[in-house]
Structure formats: C-alpha cells, structure tokens
C-alpha cells in the first residue's frame, strides 16, 4: 500500500493541476494558491488537457470543477484512478462544485476522491482542506476492480449511509407517534366537550306519579281521622 503523492509534502513544494472550464474561477484559483505559497500552479479548461499535462509531469495535487464538458471531474478522477495510469493514480483530487449534494459527495468519495468542496469558496477554507490532504495517511489500495482507492473509504461511507438511513426511519417514526398521539388526544378533548344529552322521560310518567302521590295522601288523611 502507498501513500498517495502529496502525504508529508509542505505547502510550498507541491505542484497544483487546477481543471476549470470557468475563466474568472481559473484566476481566482490561481492567486489562491500563489498567495499559499505552492511551488507550483498549472491551470487548464478542459479535462483532456490536463490529463495530457498531467502524464507528462504528475502533479502532487489536483484540484478540479465538477461540472464540466465534454469530459466531467468525475470521469477525470475515474480515469486517473485507474492501475494503468500510475504514478498518477496516486495524486489526490479535491473537487469544487457548486451543487454540493450528498449523493454527489457520496459519488465522489466512494471513487476516490479526497475532498469536496461547495462554492463559493474562502481562501481560508481552501488553505484548511489542503493542508488535511498533506497530513492525510490513508494508503491508496489497489481493489478487484483494477481502480486504486482509499483504505477504508468504502467501510467509512456505509456506515454513515446506515447511521443517515437510521436517523431517517427514527424521524419517521417519531412523527407517526406525534401524529397518533394528536389523533388521540382530539377523540379525548372531543369526547370531554359533549354534553350528555338529556333522558328523555316516559310518556305519561309524572302523571302517573303525580296520581299515586294523591292517593297515597287521601289515605294517609283517612288513617288519621279514624285514629
């Protein structure tokens, strides 16, 4: 297992391929990284170009758009990964998009990069994320597949997935408890409001008690007279 080309390299001895179709984020790249003090900046428009570039003289890192045609980043960092292009398939890449999604991010480092980053983008991020790829030890292992990629980068991706798919069913959940427990709170609050609706009494009854009540005082008052 190697390293890959820029571990325990200084800021100021790395070479930087920047592949941008975008001309004004071309410059600003360029004086970035000028005012970090690298050894070197080579700035092109197109995948192809670079990659030829790169052949020639591999650089110690390489920093390119997403987004680009006809050829993407990703397919860039797909061709540089794989066995046949060595020394370069050892170079770290670190993508800028501006569409950074999670499965974008998933993509890119399940392929092999070493970082994404989400335009717009400060100088002080850049300088951060630069330097954690030259004090990054992960090896790059040679998988089936005929592709390098980074120890232990595929474990480290299903277990987020999982910890992600994990959090998404507990949310689930808890909002079909929250919404049961409203359903069952409203039967309550609903039940509790009624009135209960009077008993309606018998046809005829308080006249029929109303008789048995003179009755039963006609013949108390007869008892008392023959007393």
């Not at 390098?148 to 998404?168: C, H, P, R, T, V």
Request: glycine share 4%; proline share 6%.
């Amino acid at each position: 297992m190697k390293h890959h080309a820029a571990f325990g390299l200084a800021m100021d001895d790395i070479d930087v391929v920047v592949v941008e179709d975008s001309k004004p984020m071309q410059t600003i790249l360029r004086s970035t990284l000028l005012s970090f003090k690298v050894a070197r900046v080579r700035t092109f428009d197109s995948v192809d170009d670079a990659l030829e570039a790169s052949l020639a003289e591999p650089p110690n890192l390489i920093i390119t758009d997403w987004r680009m045609a006809p050829t993407t980043g990703y397919q860039l960092l797909r061709l540089v990964r794989h066995k046949h292009m060595e020394p370069l398939c050892f170079v770290p890449i670190l993508f800028i998009t501006a569409h950074g999604t999670r499965p974008l991010v998933d993509k890119a480092l399940r392929a092999g990069a070493h970082h994404v980053l989400v335009k717009p983008l400060s100088p002080s991020t850049l300088y951060k994320r630069i330097e954690w790829v030259l004090n990054d030890d992960r090896p790059m292992v040679l998988e089936h597949s005929g592709f390098y990629n980074i120890f232990g980068i595929q474990k480290m991706m299903d277990e987020q997935a999982e910890k992600m798919k994990s959090l998404a069913n507990a949310r689930i959940n808890h909002q079909t408890a929250v919404k049961k427990r409203a359903e069952v709170e409203d039967v309550v609050e609903e039940a509790f409001e009624k009135k209960p609706a009077p008993v309606p009494a018998a046809p005829g009854g308080f006249a029929r008690r109303a008789e048995g009540a003179k009755k039963r005082h006609s013949a108390a008052s007869r008892h008392i007279r023959n007393a």
